[in-house]
């Protein structure tokens, strides 16, 4: 499998930091807009329904670390996955665009069971 690489998915905001003891660390992109930066200081990840892809992982290092990870709720529910074609990330992106993280912005047209739109 040496040489091979997947697209990782992932809808958590800021991404993650994946690191394996003796194999270094690999930076995932999170699906959050920045807000105030200066122009042309950041580059936006690819956002494909909800999940930001990051595409070129090692796919030993990621089937180590989602080994070591698997019973993490995110990785459970479906919120960080690779595959080895771009395509098949989208396409699981798009089947999973609906799930919640709890991680998302707060909408007031739509306030949380239990809150109410605030009007003045």
């Given at each position: ?21 003796g194999r ?78 709890g991680l ?17």
């Amino acid at each position: 499998m040496s040489g091979e690489t997947v697209t990782v998915a992932c809808k958590l905001p800021n991404g993650l930091h994946l690191e394996l003891q003796g194999r270094g660390r690999v930076t995932v992109r999170g699906n959050a807009y920045p807000v105030a930066v200066v122009p042309g200081s950041f580059k936006m990840p690819q956002i494909e329904a909800t999940y930001a892809l990051t595409p070129g992982v090692d796919a030993e290092f990621w089937e180590a670390w989602l080994e070591q990870n698997r019973e993490m709720e995110f990785v459970k529910k479906g919120f960080i996955f690779a595959h080895d074609k771009q395509v098949n990330s989208i396409a699981h992106a798009r089947e999973m665009e609906k799930e919640k993280t709890g991680l998302e912005p707060l909408d007031p047209d739509a306030p949380s069971p239990g809150l109410e739109k605030f009007s003045a």
